[in-house]
């Protein structure tokens, strides 16, 4: 029999959980304005935000046409935002026509499974022939030592099948997956703020962002690993929406039609099969396919959606939490998680795995049958300790990973843009190479993988609003972007000895671009302002976006390899870190 404890407990000493005093409360000094509302549904599925009735009266449209363009403003917005950015990231994506810093690697690695099922062993100075005879170059058959897994590659050769082995077929799917993820970015904003316009907001911030745009045109893994990462995140936040709906419609309302808090309700109900969840799990399982890194997500991200669900059942009036998500979530959780992403992660395996293990397979493929015979593991199949030899062999490479590079960073530079990197580089002379005939002295043709300044530094404000907004209003939407934030950044701190580059930042890019949108939303001001605090507030947020989108513009020579005059490539040097 359902209880309804808040109607029929009524004794002093026990206080409702919406009643009873939290530490929060005793915050309230240091900025802590948390409000209780009667109707928990409100608490549970909160509202989306629409826009002022007053300015479609003033721009004098209909009610009619006002009510179906705030409808369709959920998908529309977000689509114009990719549109956008879809016509940024394909024009002209086969220029320049060279094959840019990793692409060495990667593109080559792709055209090797395509055809081989592993990556074979590439002449060096193969790269001159295959873009002089638009790919048509024979296959090499003796496998490669390579250190990362094949889902990004197999992304990357995906495009390769559709527009052949040349730059604009190898760039195709990082434009791709660089243009969805503005889409997914939009959408996943939109739900987490309950706000179309600071959703499009931070799509539209990454659309103009320089890192994200030079990624999205060179095939390079953390472009695709980005991907999996933010789909990832998607898929949690829609499955965490799915469960506080289904726990807000199981609560009973009382006789004036208020939904409260119910103990037994909140302790009790089981959420379903959660298919968001399975998804999440997919796509942190080609995540670590793509890179390993991915498995720091996967932990931040699973203990992010398990702290999600004790939020919501104690939303819900649960007195204990945590009880009911270890009897009724957390397994369900783990195994729609970890699981899957291992499987996931072993799956991408399989041509390696089928490949022959004669010694023409692929790499270490026949190490079980030669070098590893013997041993207290041989009831093993042969497939699955060559992999596993495999495995320690490249997680040994990657920690010892000292070699020095001349565009390496440490990562606690690249919050402020201290070291970009060079993809490409040269110096056409005047009236060649773009360069224009009265240039007077060499051009500069540069791809540098460089954020755009204002954007990034912006955001470094807007990390500490989110940390703050998280420690002191207990803000789930901030500490879901700084887990974002944390999970791709922080991991880096306990290799500053390895060999790494600021462009690995792209993996928590789409938080930053979250924080920073969140931030502008303050700065606009909250619902209830007055009207002078509101437009003083769009104001500075308006001035602040035009900026981030001009500085955007001034930096797109550096962004699209565009042959400028050398005067004008040293003035874009603002730093002395970035030649």
């Not at 721009?59 to 879809?86: E, F, H, K, Q, Y």
């Not at 309700?265 to 968001?276: E, K, S, Y």
């Not at 999600?308 to 009724?328: L, N």
């Not at 002379?429 to 240039?439: F, L, M």
Request: aromatic residues 14%; glycine residues 10%.
């Amino acid at each position: 029999m359902t209880s309804t404890a808040p109607s029929t407990d009524t004794r002093p000493s026990a206080p409702s959980p919406e009643q009873r005093p939290g530490w929060q409360q005793r915050l309230r000094r240091y900025g802590y304005t948390a409000k209780p509302r009667s109707d928990v549904r409100d608490r549970l599925v909160p509202p989306y935000t629409e826009p002022n009735p007053r300015l479609w009266a003033t721009l004098g449209v209909p009610p009619a046409l006002t009510d179906r363009i705030t409808r369709w403003s959920g998908w529309g917005g977000p689509l114009l935002v990719t549109l956008l950015a879809g016509v940024l990231r394909f024009w002209d994506l086969g220029s320049p026509k060279r094959v840019m810093f990793d692409e060495t690697y990667y593109a080559k690695d792709a055209w090797g499974l395509l055809h081989k099922g592993f990556e074979v062993n590439w002449d060096k100075d193969v790269n001159d022939l295959i873009l002089k005879t638009d790919g048509h170059v024979a296959i090499p058959s003796d496998p490669a030592y390579v250190v990362h897994p094949p889902v990004g590659k197999y992304v990357i050769g995906l495009g390769e099948w559709m527009f052949g082995f040349n730059p604009f077929g190898w760039r195709f799917m990082t434009a791709l997956l660089g243009t969805l993820s503005i889409l997914i970015l939009c959408r996943v904003g939109r739900r987490i703020f309950r706000s179309t316009f600071l959703g499009c907001l931070a799509g539209a911030l990454m659309a103009v962002d320089g890192l994200a745009f030079v990624m999205s045109r060179t095939s390079l893994l953390d472009g695709v690993l980005q991907f999996f990462v933010l789909a990832a995140f998607g898929c949690l936040v829609v499955d965490r929406d799915k469960a506080r709906e289904r726990l807000a419609a199981a609560l009973p309302p009382d006789a004036d039609g208020t939904v409260r808090p119910d103990a037994h309700i909140a302790h009790t109900t089981r959420f379903g099969v959660r298919p968001w969840r399975w998804l999440a799990g997919l796509m942190l399982g080609l995540a670590i396919g793509t890179k390993w890194n991915g498995l720091y997500i996967l932990v931040a991200f699973c203990v992010m959606a398990v702290l999600w669900d004790v939020g919501t059942r104690k939303v819900a009036g649960a007195r204990h939490p945590y009880e009911a998500v270890i009897k009724h979530d957390l397994g369900w959780a783990f195994l729609a998680t970890v699981p899957v992403a291992v499987l996931t992660y072993l799956l991408s395996w399989t041509a390696w795995i089928l490949s022959p293990s004669n010694g023409k397979g692929g790499y270490y493929r026949d190490w079980a049958a030669t070098e590893g015979k013997g041993g207290d593991w041989t009831w093993l199949p042969d497939w699955w300790r060559s992999l596993w030899h495999y495995e320690h062999a490249v997680y040994e490479f990657h920690v010892g990973l000292h070699t020095p590079h001349n565009y390496q960073s440490n990562p606690w530079s690249w919050l402020v843009l201290g070291r970009p990197v060079s993809f490409f580089y040269e110096s056409p002379e005047p009236g060649k190479g773009g360069c224009p005939t009265n240039a007077g002295e060499q051009c500069a043709r540069e791809v540098l993988a460089l954020g755009t300044p204002l954007l990034w530094w912006a955001a470094c404000f807007a990390v500490l609003y989110v940390l703050y907004r998280w420690l002191f209003r207990r803000d789930w939407r901030a500490g879901a972007i700084a887990c974002g934030i944390a999970a791709g950044y922080a991991p880096w701190f306990m290799y500053q000895e390895r060999t790494i580059f600021f462009f690995y930042a792209i993996v928590f890019l789409p938080f930053l671009c979250l924080a920073l949108a969140m931030m502008i939303g303050a700065i606009v001001g909250p619902p209830g302002s007055s009207e002078r605090r509101r437009v003083a507030g769009a104001a500075g947020a308006g001035v602040l976006v035009l900026l981030i989108a001009w500085n955007f513009i001034y930096f797109w020579p550096l962004y699209t390899g565009t042959a400028i005059p050398i005067d004008s490539w040293r003035s874009r040097m603002w730093l002395d870190t970035w030649v």
